[in-house]
């Protein structure tokens, strides 16, 4: 359920509510019984954690090549297909 701010016209006094997006507004305070208006509020912040980007985020993966050499190849191996 959302979080609504409140203010009071009366006495200034702010609150929060939480109610069903087709709950009708508050009308008044719950300190002096006076009228309220609903605030606009920036919602919930967007929360970073850790140092940067992970491998999940929105950006380019670098590609691996394929290579088609075979490990030992190096070594001298001449087993494998990849040598021949």
Do not use: W
């Not at 006076?34 to 509020?41: E, F, P, Q």
């Not at 919602?43 to 088609?68: C, E, M, S």
């Amino acid at each position: 359920m959302p979080t609504y701010d409140y203010q009071c016209t009366n006495c200034s006094h702010v609150f929060e509510s939480f109610q069903k997006i087709s709950d009708p507004p508050l009308e008044t305070c719950p300190k002096c019984k006076g009228k309220v208006k609903r605030l606009i509020s920036s919602g919930a912040g967007l929360i970073f954690k850790g140092p940067g980007f992970y491998a999940t985020d929105y950006r380019k993966q670098p590609k691996t090549p394929v290579t088609n050499s075979c490990p030992k190849a190096s070594e001298g191996c001449n087993a494998c297909p990849h040598n021949k």
